[in-house]
C-alpha cells in the first residue's frame, strides 16, 4: 500500500512503537516540511550575517546581537519541531536516547560559555574606561605635556589590557609599565597586582577553548535515513549553538583562548550550511592571522581601538610642546575615532550582556523542556 | 574675588609648591621611586597636598585671569598654563600611585574568624529535621531503582541560632581610619583636577582583589555549571551549606563594608561616584556569587535534592532585602534581577521536583513482591519523604500554588488513582499533593499486590502497608493537621477491610471444615454422623491448618499491635470453632480406630499455633505441637 491509501484510515496513523518503522503519513510528512522550512530559514537569517552593512561589521557589537537573536529565532523553531505534540516515548528511543542527552550537555556547556563571555563583556568595558581617561585628556586645547603624559599613562594601560594573555591575567608582552615603578623588582607584585585584578570569575583549569573543543567532539552529522527525520534539525541547531558560542568566545576576552578550534567538522554538501560555514572561515581565517601577536579579542570595535590607541602613542611618543600642527590633527582624529567606538561602547555594552543573558535563559528553559520531555518518555525498568 | 596684590608672594607661594611636586616625580629621579610619601611621614604628605592645593588655585587663578584680561592671554600665558598642567599632571600621576598603595597595604581579606564559630557547626545536633531510620528495611527486592535506593539522611541545624552576627547587617571597618582619611584626602585631589576616572580604576581593581582574596577565605568556588552538573548530590549539599554561610557574610558583612567605605572615601564628592566605585568593586564578585546558586537552581531534578533546594530558597529569600538594600542603585539593577531570577527557578525548582517525585511513584515498577507481605521499601521511602516535606510547610505552603495534576499528565498504559476534589474543599494544594501522593502510593501497591500469588498475603501486604501510613501520618502533626482526620478515617477504615479480606481468605475454607451441615446422615434407620465424612474432615482441617501454620508464620506484621490484633481475631473465630467441634464429634472418632491420626491437636496446641503467626520467622514441620 502507498502512503495516499493510508492516509484516510485510522490504522494509517499507528506507529509501531517496538520497531524504528513509522509508517509514512500525513502527520510524518507535515513534520518533514516543517524541518525543511525551518533548515531554510537557518540559511537564510546566516546569509543575511555573513553580508552586513557598514554598521555592522561582523563581530562587532551589533552584528553580536543580531547573531544572538538568530540564535533565538532558530531555537524557538527548533523546540517546536522536536517538542510540540511529540510523544515523549518516541524521544527515549534510538537514535534519540544518545542525540537528546549529547544536546543538552552541549547546551550546558554553552551555559558556562554564555556566563565567561558576560564577565569577558567586563574586561572590555575596562577597556574602554581607560580610553576614555585617554580622550578626555586629548580633548583638551591646547594639548600640552600634562595632558600628553597623562594620556600616555592612560593608553600603555589600556594596551597592556588589550595584549592580556588569557591565561592568568598577567601581561606576555614587555611593554612599558604604566606607572613608574615597574623597574624596583620589589614592586613586581603591584604591577602583576593591577592585572591580576582583572582575574576571570571561573576556576583556573577553565578553558575557553577547550570547552569549545570539547562541543565539537562527537559532533557527527546523521547520515542516511536519519538525515531525513529528527536527527537532522538536531544536527543542525548543536551546529547553531557551537557557532554562536566559538563566535562569542573568538569576539571578547575570556579566559584561555589559546588553542581554539579553528576548523568544524561540518560537511560542505549541507544546503542550510553555506553562509555559516562561509562566516566560520572568515573569522578563523582572522583569528590565526591575529592569534600568534595575542589579542584581546576580534571584537570589531576593539580591534579599531587598538589601532587607534597604538597611533596615539606613536603621537605621544613624539610629542613636544606646542606641538606640530599636522600631527595634532591627525591625532584628534584618532580621539575623535575612539571618541566614537567609546559611545558605541557605552551603548552597546549592556545591552549585549543582557542579551546574552536572555540567551542563557531560553537554553536553561529548553534544557528543562527536553529534561522533563526525558523524563516522562523513560521506559520503566523491568 | 579679587586677585592676590603681591604677585611675587603669590609666585613664592606655587615655585616651593612646584618645587615639592617635581622633587617627587617618580619618573624623573630615583630617590622619589624610592618610598612612598603617605608612608613616610605625615609632614611630608601634608606638606605635598598642600602643594597640590597650590597649583590647583594657582591654575584656577590663571584661567581666571586669562579669562579677564584678554590681551594677557599671549602665548607667554599659554605656556605657563601648560606648564601648571604639566605639574598637575605630575602631581596627579604620583597621588594616584600613592593611592594605589595605600589600598593595597590596607587590602587583606576579611578577618572571618569572629564571624564563624566553628564549634557550631551544622554537623552537631539535628534537629527535628532528622529523618527517622527504620530499621528492618527489606533490601531484597533487586529490582529496586534510584527511588527505591536513596537513603534520606538530613541532619541540619537551624542556621539563623549558630551564626547570630549574619542575621543582618553589619559594617565593618575594612581599614584604619587614618588610611581612609589619606584616602579622602588624595581622591579629593584628583577628582577636583578632573582625574575622577583613574581614582575609580585604582580604586576598583584594588578592592576587588581584596574581595577575591575575601572570598577564598570564605571557601567561595569558581565552580561551572557543568562542575556542578557532574558532582555527586551528597558533594553539593555541603557546598550549599558552605554557600548559605558565606552568602550571608558577603552581602550582609562585607558588600555592605566596601559599600561604606565608598561612601567615606567619597564623602565629599558626591553619591555618583561613590556609588561607581563601589559597583566597580563589587558587581564581579557579587555575579560569581550568585552564579553558585543560578547553577544549583537549574539542575537536573530529582527527589533528594528538594530540602536542600529548599534550604537555598529559604537562605536567598532571608537575604533579599539586605541584597535590596546594599544594591540599591540603578547600576546595580542587573544583580538584583538575578538574585530574584534565581529565587524564582528554585521555586519552580522544588514544584518540579514534587511533580517529578508524584510521577515517580506511579511509575515505580518493581514486581518482586516483598516476602512476607511486610512493608514495602517504596512505603517507607515515600512516607518518610512526605514527613519531611511538612516540616517544611511553612516555606512549601507558600511555593506550591496548583493543585496535583490527576489527569491525562501520567497517559500511558496504566491508568491512573482518582482522588475526589470534593470531599478536600478547604485544603491547601500542599495538603492536596500530599494526600494525591499517599493516594498515588497506594495506587502502586495494589499493583505490587497483584504480584502474589496466594490472595490472603496480598490482602496483609496492604493492611501492613496501609498501616504504616496511618501511623506516620498520625506520628507527625503537621502532617496529619494537612491530610486530615477525613482522610486518616478512609484509611483506617482501609487496612481494617484488607484484615477482614484477608481472614475471610484464609480462614473461610478452614472453618468450612468444621461445619455442622453434611455430617449428619439422615436415613429411615439410622440417624447420625457419618463417620467416614467426619474423618475427612478432621484431616482436611489438620492439613489446611497445618499448611496455613507453616506459611504464615513466615509472614510478618511488623507492627507488634497490629499482629496481637489480628492474631486475636483469628483466635476469637477458630478456638471456639474448633472446641464446639471436637465437643461434638470427637466420641466419634475415639469410638473408631487411630483417633490420634484425626484429632492430631488439643484447643491449646491451636492456641500455642496462632502465636507462630506473622512471626516472619519459618517453623519447623513439627512446630505445630501435639499435647497428646
Given at each position: 500500500m502507498n502512503a495516499n491509501e493510508y492516509q484516510g484510515s485510522f490504522l494509517g496513523r499507528i506507529s509501531i512503537r517496538r520497531n524504528q518503522v513509522v509508517v509514512m503519513d500525513a502527520i510524518h510528512e507535515q513534520e518533514l516540511e516543517d524541518i525543511e522550512l525551518f533548515q531554510k530559514h537557518v540559511s537564510d537569517r546566516f546569509s543575511e550575517l555573513s553580508s552586513p552593512s557598514d554598521d555592522d561589521a561582523i563581530l562587532s557589537i551589533s552584528w553580536l546581537r543580531k547573531l544572538l537573536d538568530v540564535f533565538l529565532c532558530c531555537e524557538a523553531e527548533f523546540e517546536a519541531i522536536l517538542l510540540m505534540d511529540r510523544d515523549p516515548y518516541q524521544l527515549s528511543k534510538p537514535p534519540f536516547d544518545r542525540l537528546i542527552p549529547e544536546l543538552l550537555d552541549r547546551a550546558v556547556k554553552a551555559l558556562d560559555i554564555c556566563n565567561a563571555v558576560t564577565n569577558g563583556v567586563e574586561s572590555v568595558r575596562h577597556c574602554q574606561k581607560l580610553a576614555e581617561i585617554a580622550i578626555s585628556a586629548l580633548d583638551q586645547k591646547p594639548i600640552g605635556d600634562g595632558e600628553v603624559k597623562r594620556a600616555k599613562r592612560a593608553l600603555i594601560t589600556l594596551m597592556a589590557a588589550i595584549n592580556l594573555d588569557d591565561k592568568d591575567g598577567t601581561n606576555a608582552k614587555s611593554t612599558e609599565r604604566s606607572w613608574s615603578f615597574g623597574r624596583r623588582s620589589g614592586n613586581k607584585d603591584r604591577v602583576a597586582g593591577q592585572f591580576r585584578s582583572l582575574s576571570w570569575q571561573v576556576a583556573k583549569n577553565w578553558s575557553a577553548a577547550k570547552q569549545i573543543q570539547s562541543t565539537i567532539y562527537n559532533l557527527v552529522a546523521p547520515r542516511g535515513a536519519e538525515a531525513s527525520g529528527l536527527p537532522s534539525p538536531i544536527y543542525t541547531m548543536n551546529v547553531i549553538m557551537i557557532f554562536v558560542m566559538w563566535a562569542l568566545v573568538a569576539a571578547i576576552p575570556c579566559q584561555e583562548r589559546t588553542g581554539l578550534p579553528t576548523h568544524f567538522p561540518v560537511p560542505k554538501q549541507l544546503n542550510w550550511a553555506h553562509s555559516l560555514i562561509g562566516l566560520q572561515e572568515k573569522i578563523a581565517d582572522e583569528w590565526k592571522k591575529k592569534e600568534k601577536k595575542g589579542m584581546a579579542g576580534l571584537l570589531d570595535e576593539m580591534q579599531r581601538m587598538e589601532k587607534s590607541a597604538q597611533s596615539l602613542i606613536d603621537f605621544t611618543d613624539s610629542f613636544q610642546f606646542p606641538g606640530d600642527a599636522e600631527k595634532l590633527q591627525e591625532a584628534a582624529g584618532h580621539v575623535a575615532e575612539l571618541t566614537e567606538i567609546c559611545r558605541i561602547m557605552e551603548q552597546g555594552l549592556t545591552p549585549l550582556q543582557m542579551h546574552i543573558r536572555e540567551v542563557f535563559h531560553r537554553i536553561v528553559r529548553s534544557r528543562t523542556e527536553f529534561l522533563d520531555v526525558l523524563e516522562k518518555g523513560s521506559l520503566p525498568v523491568i | 574675588m579679587e586677585l592676590p596684590e603681591n604677585p611675587n608672594k603669590d609666585n613664592n607661594g606655587y615655585e616651593s609648591a612646584?618645587?615639592?611636586?617635581?622633587?617627587?616625580?617618580?619618573?624623573?629621579?630615583?630617590?622619589?621611586?624610592?618610598?612612598?610619601?603617605?608612608?613616610?611621614?605625615?609632614?611630608?604628605?601634608?606638606?605635598?597636598?598642600?602643594?597640590?592645593?597650590?597649583?590647583?588655585?594657582?591654575?584656577?587663578?590663571?584661567?581666571?585671569?586669562?579669562?579677564?584680561?584678554?590681551?594677557?592671554?599671549?602665548?607667554?600665558?599659554?605656556?605657563?598654563?601648560?606648564?601648571?598642567?604639566?605639574?598637575?599632571?605630575?602631581?596627579?600621576?604620583?597621588?594616584?600611585?600613592?593611592?594605589?598603595?595605600?589600598?593595597?597595604?590596607?587590602?587583606?581579606?576579611?578577618?572571618?574568624?569572629?564571624?564563624?564559630?566553628?564549634?557550631?557547626?551544622?554537623?552537631?545536633?539535628?534537629?527535628?529535621?532528622?529523618?527517622?531510620?527504620?530499621?528492618?528495611?527489606?533490601?531484597?527486592?533487586?529490582?529496586?531503582?534510584?527511588?527505591?535506593?536513596?537513603?534520606?539522611?538530613?541532619?541540619?541545624?537551624?542556621?539563623?541560632?549558630?551564626?547570630?552576627?549574619?542575621?543582618?547587617?553589619?559594617?565593618?571597618?575594612?581599614?584604619?581610619?587614618?588610611?581612609?582619611?589619606?584616602?579622602?584626602?588624595?581622591?579629593?585631589?584628583?577628582?577636583?583636577?578632573?582625574?575622577?576616572?583613574?581614582?575609580?580604576?585604582?580604586?576598583?581593581?584594588?578592592?576587588?582583589?581584596?574581595?577575591?582574596?575575601?572570598?577564598?577565605?570564605?571557601?567561595?568556588?569558581?565552580?561551572?555549571?557543568?562542575?556542578?552538573?557532574?558532582?555527586?548530590?551528597?558533594?553539593?549539599?555541603?557546598?550549599?551549606?558552605?554557600?548559605?554561610?558565606?552568602?550571608?557574610?558577603?552581602?550582609?558583612?562585607?558588600?555592605?563594608?566596601?559599600?561604606?567605605?565608598?561612601?567615606?572615601?567619597?564623602?565629599?564628592?558626591?553619591?555618583?561616584?561613590?556609588?561607581?566605585?563601589?559597583?566597580?568593586?563589587?558587581?564581579?564578585?557579587?555575579?560569581?556569587?550568585?552564579?553558585?546558586?543560578?547553577?544549583?537552581?537549574?539542575?537536573?531534578?530529582?527527589?533528594?535534592?528538594?530540602?536542600?533546594?529548599?534550604?537555598?530558597?529559604?537562605?536567598?529569600?532571608?537575604?533579599?532585602?539586605?541584597?535590596?538594600?546594599?544594591?540599591?542603585?540603578?547600576?546595580?539593577?542587573?544583580?538584583?534581577?538575578?538574585?530574584?531570577?534565581?529565587?524564582?527557578?528554585?521555586?519552580?525548582?522544588?514544584?518540579?521536583?514534587?511533580?517529578?517525585?508524584?510521577?515517580?511513584?506511579?511509575?515505580?515498577?518493581?514486581?518482586?513482591?516483598?516476602?512476607?507481605?511486610?512493608?514495602?521499601?517504596?512505603?517507607?521511602?515515600?512516607?518518610?519523604?512526605?514527613?519531611?516535606?511538612?516540616?517544611?510547610?511553612?516555606?512549601?505552603?507558600?511555593?506550591?500554588?496548583?493543585?496535583?495534576?490527576?489527569?491525562?499528565?501520567?497517559?500511558?498504559?496504566?491508568?491512573?488513582?482518582?482522588?475526589?476534589?470534593?470531599?478536600?474543599?478547604?485544603?491547601?494544594?500542599?495538603?492536596?499533593?500530599?494526600?494525591?501522593?499517599?493516594?498515588?502510593?497506594?495506587?502502586?501497591?495494589?499493583?505490587?499486590?497483584?504480584?502474589?500469588?496466594?490472595?490472603?498475603?496480598?490482602?496483609?501486604?496492604?493492611?501492613?502497608?496501609?498501616?504504616?501510613?496511618?501511623?506516620?501520618?498520625?506520628?507527625?502533626?503537621?502532617?496529619?493537621?494537612?491530610?486530615?482526620?477525613?482522610?486518616?478515617?478512609?484509611?483506617?477504615?482501609?487496612?481494617?477491610?484488607?484484615?477482614?479480606?484477608?481472614?475471610?481468605?484464609?480462614?473461610?475454607?478452614?472453618?468450612?471444615?468444621?461445619?455442622?451441615?453434611?455430617?449428619?446422615?439422615?436415613?429411615s434407620f439410622s440417624s447420625g454422623v457419618s463417620k467416614s465424612a467426619l474423618r475427612e474432615r478432621f484431616k482436611t482441617f489438620n492439613a489446611m491448618l497445618e499448611e496455613v501454620h507453616r506459611t504464615q508464620a513466615t509472614w510478618l506484621i511488623p507492627d507488634t499491635q497490629l499482629r496481637e490484633e489480628l492474631r486475636i481475631s483469628i483466635s476469637e473465630k477458630l478456638i471456639p470453632a474448633y472446641r464446639s467441634f471436637l465437643g461434638r464429634f470427637r466420641s466419634h472418632i475415639e469410638s473408631g480406630k487411630h483417633p490420634e491420626n484425626y484429632i492430631k491437636y488439643s484447643v491449646e496446641d491451636l492456641e500455642a499455633a496462632v502465636l507462630d503467626f506473622f512471626e516472619g520467622f519459618p517453623v519447623s514441620h513439627q512446630h505445630m505441637r501435639r499435647s497428646q
Amino acid at each position: 500500500m502507498n502512503a495516499n491509501e493510508y492516509q484516510g484510515s485510522f490504522l494509517g496513523r499507528i506507529s509501531i512503537r517496538r520497531n524504528q518503522v513509522v509508517v509514512m503519513d500525513a502527520i510524518h510528512e507535515q513534520e518533514l516540511e516543517d524541518i525543511e522550512l525551518f533548515q531554510k530559514h537557518v540559511s537564510d537569517r546566516f546569509s543575511e550575517l555573513s553580508s552586513p552593512s557598514d554598521d555592522d561589521a561582523i563581530l562587532s557589537i551589533s552584528w553580536l546581537r543580531k547573531l544572538l537573536d538568530v540564535f533565538l529565532c532558530c531555537e524557538a523553531e527548533f523546540e517546536a519541531i522536536l517538542l510540540m505534540d511529540r510523544d515523549p516515548y518516541q524521544l527515549s528511543k534510538p537514535p534519540f536516547d544518545r542525540l537528546i542527552p549529547e544536546l543538552l550537555d552541549r547546551a550546558v556547556k554553552a551555559l558556562d560559555i554564555c556566563n565567561a563571555v558576560t564577565n569577558g563583556v567586563e574586561s572590555v568595558r575596562h577597556c574602554q574606561k581607560l580610553a576614555e581617561i585617554a580622550i578626555s585628556a586629548l580633548d583638551q586645547k591646547p594639548i600640552g605635556d600634562g595632558e600628553v603624559k597623562r594620556a600616555k599613562r592612560a593608553l600603555i594601560t589600556l594596551m597592556a589590557a588589550i595584549n592580556l594573555d588569557d591565561k592568568d591575567g598577567t601581561n606576555a608582552k614587555s611593554t612599558e609599565r604604566s606607572w613608574s615603578f615597574g623597574r624596583r623588582s620589589g614592586n613586581k607584585d603591584r604591577v602583576a597586582g593591577q592585572f591580576r585584578s582583572l582575574s576571570w570569575q571561573v576556576a583556573k583549569n577553565w578553558s575557553a577553548a577547550k570547552q569549545i573543543q570539547s562541543t565539537i567532539y562527537n559532533l557527527v552529522a546523521p547520515r542516511g535515513a536519519e538525515a531525513s527525520g529528527l536527527p537532522s534539525p538536531i544536527y543542525t541547531m548543536n551546529v547553531i549553538m557551537i557557532f554562536v558560542m566559538w563566535a562569542l568566545v573568538a569576539a571578547i576576552p575570556c579566559q584561555e583562548r589559546t588553542g581554539l578550534p579553528t576548523h568544524f567538522p561540518v560537511p560542505k554538501q549541507l544546503n542550510w550550511a553555506h553562509s555559516l560555514i562561509g562566516l566560520q572561515e572568515k573569522i578563523a581565517d582572522e583569528w590565526k592571522k591575529k592569534e600568534k601577536k595575542g589579542m584581546a579579542g576580534l571584537l570589531d570595535e576593539m580591534q579599531r581601538m587598538e589601532k587607534s590607541a597604538q597611533s596615539l602613542i606613536d603621537f605621544t611618543d613624539s610629542f613636544q610642546f606646542p606641538g606640530d600642527a599636522e600631527k595634532l590633527q591627525e591625532a584628534a582624529g584618532h580621539v575623535a575615532e575612539l571618541t566614537e567606538i567609546c559611545r558605541i561602547m557605552e551603548q552597546g555594552l549592556t545591552p549585549l550582556q543582557m542579551h546574552i543573558r536572555e540567551v542563557f535563559h531560553r537554553i536553561v528553559r529548553s534544557r528543562t523542556e527536553f529534561l522533563d520531555v526525558l523524563e516522562k518518555g523513560s521506559l520503566p525498568v523491568i | 574675588m579679587e586677585l592676590p596684590e603681591n604677585p611675587n608672594k603669590d609666585n613664592n607661594g606655587y615655585e616651593s609648591a612646584e618645587k615639592i611636586i617635581l622633587r617627587w616625580d617618580s619618573t624623573a629621579s630615583e630617590e622619589a621611586r624610592e618610598k612612598m610619601i603617605f608612608e613616610t611621614d605625615r609632614h611630608e604628605a601634608d606638606l605635598y597636598l598642600q602643594a597640590v592645593d597650590e597649583i590647583q588655585r594657582s591654575l584656577s587663578n590663571a584661567s581666571i585671569s586669562n579669562h579677564s584680561n584678554a590681551a594677557a592671554a599671549s602665548a607667554a600665558a599659554v605656556d605657563d598654563q601648560s606648564k601648571v598642567n604639566s605639574t598637575i599632571q605630575i602631581a596627579m600621576a604620583r597621588l594616584e600611585d600613592e593611592f594605589r598603595n595605600i589600598l593595597m597595604t590596607h587590602s587583606s581579606a576579611l578577618e572571618t574568624d569572629s564571624l564563624f564559630d566553628p564549634s557550631s557547626s551544622s554537623f552537631s545536633t539535628p534537629s527535628h529535621h532528622e529523618l527517622e531510620e527504620d530499621d528492618s528495611v527489606s533490601n531484597e527486592d533487586s529490582s529496586h531503582n534510584d527511588l527505591l535506593r536513596l537513603q534520606l539522611q538530613h541532619c541540619e541545624s537551624s542556621d539563623s541560632s549558630t551564626y547570630r552576627s549574619t542575621s543582618s547587617i553589619r559594617e565593618v571597618d575594612l581599614m584604619p581610619a587614618e588610611a581612609v582619611c589619606d584616602l579622602q584626602a588624595i581622591a579629593m585631589r584628583m577628582i577636583s583636577s578632573g582625574y575622577l576616572r583613574e581614582c575609580i580604576q585604582v580604586y576598583g581593581s584594588v578592592r576587588k582583589s581584596a574581595i577575591d582574596s575575601s572570598f577564598r577565605k570564605l571557601g567561595i568556588e569558581k565552580l561551572s555549571i557543568g562542575d556542578i552538573q557532574r558532582l555527586e548530590w551528597e558533594a553539593l549539599e555541603s557546598k550549599i551549606r558552605r554557600w548559605i554561610r558565606a552568602a550571608k557574610v558577603c552581602v550582609r558583612i562585607l558588600f555592605a563594608s566596601e559599600k561604606k567605605l565608598c561612601e567615606q572615601i567619597f564623602e565629599c564628592v558626591g553619591t555618583d561616584i561613590d556609588d561607581a566605585c563601589f559597583m566597580e568593586t563589587v558587581k564581579g564578585p557579587a555575579i560569581q556569587l550568585f552564579n553558585f546558586a543560578e547553577a544549583i537552581s537549574i539542575s537536573r531534578r530529582s527527589p533528594e535534592k528538594l530540602f536542600k533546594i529548599l534550604d537555598l530558597h529559604d537562605a536567598l529569600m532571608d537575604l533579599l532585602p539586605d541584597i535590596e538594600a546594599v544594591f540599591d542603585s540603578k547600576s546595580s539593577d542587573s544583580i538584583r534581577v538575578q538574585a530574584a531570577e534565581i529565587l524564582s527557578r528554585l521555586a519552580e525548582a522544588a514544584r518540579g521536583i514534587i511533580s517529578e517525585f508524584e510521577g515517580a511513584i506511579l511509575r515505580e515498577p518493581s514486581r518482586v513482591p516483598v516476602p512476607g507481605g511486610t512493608i514495602h521499601p517504596l512505603t517507607r521511602y515515600v512516607m518518610n519523604y512526605i514527613s519531611l516535606i511538612s516540616d517544611y510547610k511553612q516555606t512549601l505552603i507558600e511555593l506550591i500554588m496548583s493543585r496535583p495534576s490527576t489527569g491525562s499528565r501520567y497517559s500511558g498504559d496504566q491508568s491512573t488513582p482518582d482522588m475526589e476534589f470534593a470531599e478536600l474543599e478547604g485544603k491547601t494544594p500542599l495538603a492536596l499533593h500530599l494526600i494525591w501522593i499517599i493516594v498515588v502510593l497506594q495506587f502502586n501497591l495494589e499493583g505490587k499486590s497483584k504480584h502474589y500469588r496466594d490472595a490472603s498475603l496480598a490482602h496483609l501486604f496492604i493492611m501492613n502497608n496501609v498501616h504504616y501510613i496511618v501511623q506516620k501520618v498520625k506520628g507527625s502533626p503537621e502532617l496529619r493537621e494537612m491530610i486530615g482526620d477525613d482522610y486518616l478515617r478512609k484509611l483506617t477504615g482501609k487496612f481494617r477491610q484488607a484484615a477482614t479480606s484477608y481472614q475471610r481468605a484464609t480462614w473461610v475454607s478452614v472453618l468450612y471444615c468444621l461445619r455442622d451441615e453434611g455430617l449428619h446422615v439422615s436415613g429411615s434407620f439410622s440417624s447420625g454422623v457419618s463417620k467416614s465424612a467426619l474423618r475427612e474432615r478432621f484431616k482436611t482441617f489438620n492439613a489446611m491448618l497445618e499448611e496455613v501454620h507453616r506459611t504464615q508464620a513466615t509472614w510478618l506484621i511488623p507492627d507488634t499491635q497490629l499482629r496481637e490484633e489480628l492474631r486475636i481475631s483469628i483466635s476469637e473465630k477458630l478456638i471456639p470453632a474448633y472446641r464446639s467441634f471436637l465437643g461434638r464429634f470427637r466420641s466419634h472418632i475415639e469410638s473408631g480406630k487411630h483417633p490420634e491420626n484425626y484429632i492430631k491437636y488439643s484447643v491449646e496446641d491451636l492456641e500455642a499455633a496462632v502465636l507462630d503467626f506473622f512471626e516472619g520467622f519459618p517453623v519447623s514441620h513439627q512446630h505445630m505441637r501435639r499435647s497428646q
